[in-house]
């Protein structure tokens, strides 16, 4: 089944090494070189790695606003040979992730770990998931309208398998999912209604849309609660032998201001979905194109198509004027993410994606991970860096010791942008985010412990996912968004 692209990524271009400093920034410079400096009275410790510097003229504020140019050395330091290949990653303009051999891989060991009912899904979530709208149509073929003929066979498999007393996974209502919930409702409790709901289907998959609720909790730690909550739900299914098939979630225009959150939440999932290697749905992306962005009138629930009464609710007619409506299409996308995983986990099928973009770069200051475009997401591990070369930071940055492993990125813009970079780690991890506008710890202009935003100048930009002291190297979810 082929993979929707819609919609253009916003475009970054090759630039010199140059910049201007995020709002807020009230010490430091930027895009000086080692040599060109301040003094500082602690120097960045590295033990190894090639600093890159671009030829031209560096334009640079200082805390007063008084602008400052500096010459940079014509001559760069490069790296030979093939650019490291880091892996696969899940493109923002696809509505479905790709299902390579590597991806096939993950599912099959995802499997290996526990006996599941192979013709069996569960449903986890909050309002949309719970309702009688998603996917219960499904089960009767009498509500079904204009099916794709190419997904009746999906239909027709998870049809054959009851879930429960009296229903099959269509049409249970699920213990884990109930109006108003967030990722912490699902884990409360001992047994959760995770593991009850678990333990009572044996599901092999596991539909995940999850966040809506998060969204009313005050920023910034919404996002980074919700972030946590999804993370243990993902790795709880997982755990039992469970795939999860997570779905971004839809935009919220209720209450007034809300939905500027919503590609925050969004990006962490996807960054969870590709470093765990399950199925994503971009729901956001489908719905983005639909009257009133496929939701009701309440700005929180999704549409729904009306029969010939204009009062009875057919979430199950996919012809042209019933997916424009939200419900129809999340259900009719969320059967094609099960048409696309099902053979490849159930039948040994192969997978239905021969590649898939790939990040390049090791991660060092030598050889950055290159971000290909914005918005970004990408989930790894510190404890698994080839890169420890920096222990300390000069300029913005100086005042935290960064002993531990670090990722280095590459970021290179080509028109004004505001940016905002999130980190996410968990328990004893402890990762921090810095800004540098070369590849040189002297050249730091803001240091996070979570959360960095502001405008940046067209230019090439690092950012250093560190880790802080002597805490725990770990697992860190990154996120690098454009802001309007």
């Known amino acids: 089944m082929t993979r929707w692209i819609i919609g253009p990524v916003a475009a970054l271009a090759v630039g010199c090494a140059q910049g201007a400093p995020l709002d807020g920034d009230t010490s430091g410079t930027l895009g000086t070189t080692a040599a060109t400096a301040m003094p500082t009275s602690t ?79 569960a449903k986890v979530g909050g309002s949309s998931t719970a309702s009688t709208n998603f996917m219960h149509c499904l089960a009767d073929a009498m509500q079904v309208m204009e099916l794709p ?48 709901e678990v333990t009572a289907i044996s ?45 971004t979630m839809p935009t919220r225009t209720m209450p007034a201001g809300i939905d500027v959150y919503v590609p925050r939440y969004n990006a962490f999932v996807r960054a969870l979905a590709q470093g765990r290697k399950i199925p994503l749905i971009d729901l956001n992306l489908v719905l983005a194109g639909l009257p009133g962005s496929g939701l009701a009138a309440d700005g929180i629930d999704l549409s729904v198509a009306l029969g010939g009464d204009m009062v009875t609710p057919t979430p199950c007619a996919f012809g042209f004027a019933g997916i424009t409506s939200g419900y129809n299409r999340r259900n009719l996308v969320t059967l094609e993410a099960l048409a696309r995983v099902k053979p490849v986990v159930v039948d040994g099928a192969a997978p239905p994606d021969a590649s898939a973009p790939t990040l390049l770069g090791a991660g060092t200051l030598a050889e950055p991970i290159v971000i290909p475009g914005l918005p970004f997401a990408d989930m790894r591990s510190t404890a698994d860096s080839p890169s420890d070369e920096i222990d300390a ?66 230019g090439t930009y690092y950012i250093v996912v560190d880790t802080l002291g002597t805490a725990t190297p770990g697992e860190f979810g990154l996120v690098v968004l454009p802001e309007a």
């Open 43 to 121: 120097e960045p410790t590295t033990t190894s790695g090639t600093t890159t510097e671009t030829g031209g003229t560096t334009t640079t504020s200082t805390s007063d606003g008084e602008t400052l140019s500096s010459e940079t050395d014509d001559t760069a330091t490069t790296t030979t040979g093939e650019p490291t290949v880091l892996g696969e990653y899940y493109p923002f303009d696809e509505i479905h992730s790709p299902i390579t051999a590597d991806v096939a891989a993950s599912l099959a060991a995802i499997k290996a770990k526990g006996a599941k009912t192979d013709g069996v899904f």
């Open 149 to 196: 003929a190419e997904l009746q066979p999906t239909v027709d498999f998870f049809n054959a398998t009851a879930a429960g007393m009296g229903a099959t996974s269509f049409s249970r209502v699920s213990a884990a999912a109930m109006a108003g919930w967030g990722g912490a409702d699902v884990l409360a409790g001992m047994p959760s209604p995770l593991a009850n």
């Open 203 to 247: 599901p092999r998959f596991a539909l995940v849309l999850l966040g809506t609720a998060e969204l009313e909790v005050p920023p910034p730690e919404g996002v980074f609660t919700f972030a946590d909550n999804l993370t243990a739900v993902v790795d709880a299914l997982i755990a039992g032998g469970t795939i999860p098939v997570l779905s």
């Open 393 to 458: 930071y000069a300029g913005a940055c100086m005042s935290m010791g960064e002993d531990g492993p670090e990722f280095v990125y590459e970021l290179e813009i080509a028109e004004a942008t505001k940016i905002r970079a999130l980190v996410f780690d968990q328990g004893n991890v402890d990762v921090d985010l810095h800004l540098m506008t070369l590849a040189d710890a002297g050249t730091c202009v803001k240091r996070a412990d979570r959360e960095l935003e502001g405008p940046l100048q067209p």
